[in-house]
């Protein structure tokens, strides 16, 4: 079965920072994998979206690398700014079978962005 | 604008009653989805629906329900057999490219 681990559970850092948050998955055998946003009692807000055949993708300040066979992703966040404070949800789509449909989430990481 | 319209936002549930919590999209999709989100253990899927009239069992089914008679909607049913069901709750639905998108939520709480 799936599993999806984010690290770490939570992070501070001073505004102007650039971070990495790491997300790992035990199966390679994925279609894709997406990062989300979660501001408090919000629903999640989609960042960025890489195909298994990808390396990477970029919007603005993300860029978020993919490294199938490692099971590993990475969601880099360029010069941080408060408005960045929420958690940070990574997902992978399972690649074939019956679970092809599904998405399985990490538990998150919540950053801080310090003022 | 596009997007997915869950009603309520906040609901309330006395012990052993039914409640159903809405979700709309006017985005399309074929596919649709319900998870359940608790603090600190990350969102699970509860159903999904892949076409109109038919829906999978996901994850932590057991007391809920569900209904897919028209592309748009996807209501979920929480049954008085579903003996914790205090948690927030979240509708998706994906594109044939496969992006995911959310709506706001519901936080259901018994009293």
């Known amino acids: 079965k799936q599993e999806v681990t984010q690290i770490p559970a939570a992070l501070s850092v001073p505004e102007g920072e650039n971070l990495v948050l790491n997300c790992s998955f035990t199966?390679?055998?994925?279609?894709?994998l997406q990062w989300f946003r979660q501001d408090p009692g919000k629903g999640l807000t989609s960042l960025l979206l890489?195909?298994?055949?990808?390396r990477e993708q970029t919007s603005g300040r993300l860029n978020a690398s993919l490294d199938k066979s490692s099971g590993r992703s990475t969601l880099y966040i360029a010069a941080s700014q408060p408005g960045d404070s929420a958690t940070y949800l990574c997902?992978?789509?399972?690649?074939?079978?019956?679970?092809?449909?599904?998405?399985?989430f990490g538990k998150g990481t919540k950053l801080s962005v310090i003022p | 604008d596009g997007g997915i319209t869950q009603s309520p936002k906040y609901l309330f549930r006395k012990e052993g009653q039914n409640v159903t919590l809405s979700c709309e999209q006017n985005?399309?999709?074929?596919?649709m989805y319900w998870y359940r989100q608790d603090p600190g253990q990350g969102l699970r899927l509860i159903y999904y629906?892949?076409?109109?009239?038919?829906?999978q069992k996901g994850d932590i089914a057991e007391g809920y329900s569900v209904s897919r008679e028209k592309k748009e909607s996807f209501p979920l049913t929480v049954t008085s057999a579903q003996k914790n069901p205090t948690a927030f709750y979240l509708c998706?639905?994906?594109?044939?490219?496969?992006?995911?998108?959310f709506g706001q939520g519901t936080r259901l709480t018994v009293v």
């Open positions: 890489i195909q298994s055949s990808q």
């Open positions: 998706a639905s994906r594109t044939g490219g496969s992006e995911a998108f």
């Open positions: 199966d390679s055998a994925i279609y894709n």
């Open positions: 629906s892949q076409i109109v009239n038919d829906f």
């Open positions: 985005l399309n999709h074929d596919a």
């Open positions: 997902a992978v789509r399972h690649g074939s079978g019956a679970g092809s449909y599904q998405l399985t």
